[in-house]
């Protein structure tokens, strides 16, 4: 009984061995296997960004990284990633072989939001989480802040801000221009009407923009977009309105 113990033991052994051997055999890519192509999946965000598939392909023909043709063993995803997300638009790029020699490259981009003007000069983009971009013309359709803005404000004020109002369709196409006052309060300048909306200090603000909501939905298309000059919704339960000076015959 002894002897049959010990053959299970090294049969044990022998079957282990195989399947290691085997696995690193099998995931060991053949040097004569090539890329056949490349698959550029872009995630897609509540935001719209401007990164497109054709934009990481031209990183990868411009920086000689395209791996058709390129033995499997021979690539460097490594790399690859690193050059991508070098990219002022690329947050995070992931890449990987498929078994049939497909290079996956999967990419989270970096998605401006508003366009800082400072009082101080400086012109830059900020993304969805409050970083500075480098100056260029994304879109003309971004919110424009200006005012009193340090980076920090920009990245623990400012961003989250915008974020909800990009969030919202119908804030996202009524709001213009945000200004930030020296203490750090805020004005908002709307495309439609000849106002400008105080916020306060940028705290509460779902609650601030639900109420002036209702009060453009319930007053000012029933009084009138161009009444008030001045609207102010910084404290709770209450809306301040300046009227605009008649004008003299």
Partial sequence: MKWKKILGIVLGI?????????????????????CTGVHVNIEQTAMTGFLT???????????????????????????????LQGKELIDKAECYLTRDGVMMVDIKQRVPVVR???????????????RPMPHANYSCNLIV??????????????????????????????????????????EMVPRVG???????????IAKKLERL???YLYGLNVAGWNKYSYISVEFDNQIICKK?????A
């Fill in 213 to 215: 909501r209702k009060f």
């Fill in 116 to 130: 800082v003007i400072n009082s101080r000069g400086d012109d830059y983009y900020v993304d969805t989480d409050g």
């Fill in 53 to 83: 598939e054709a934009d990481v392909r031209q990183i990868l023909s411009e920086g000689h990284l395209s791996p058709v043709g390129v033995s499997l063993n021979s690539i460097d995803l490594h790399h690859i990633e690193e050059v």
């Fill in 145 to 186: 802040a200006t005012g009193t803005i340090s980076q920090r404000y920009a990245q623990e004020k400012l961003a989250p801000m915008v974020n909800l109002i990009q969030a919202d369709p119908f804030w996202k196409a009524q709001v213009e221009q945000l200004n930030v006052l020296p203490d750090g309060s805020v």
């Fill in 194 to 204: 000849s106002h400008i909306v105080y916020l306060g200090q940028p705290t509460g």
């Fill in 14 to 34: 022998a079957i282990a061995a195989y399947m290691a051997f085997a696995m690193l055999t099998l995931s060991k890519p053949d040097d004569s296997v090539t």
């Fill in 244 to 248: 605009k000076p008649k004008r003299r």
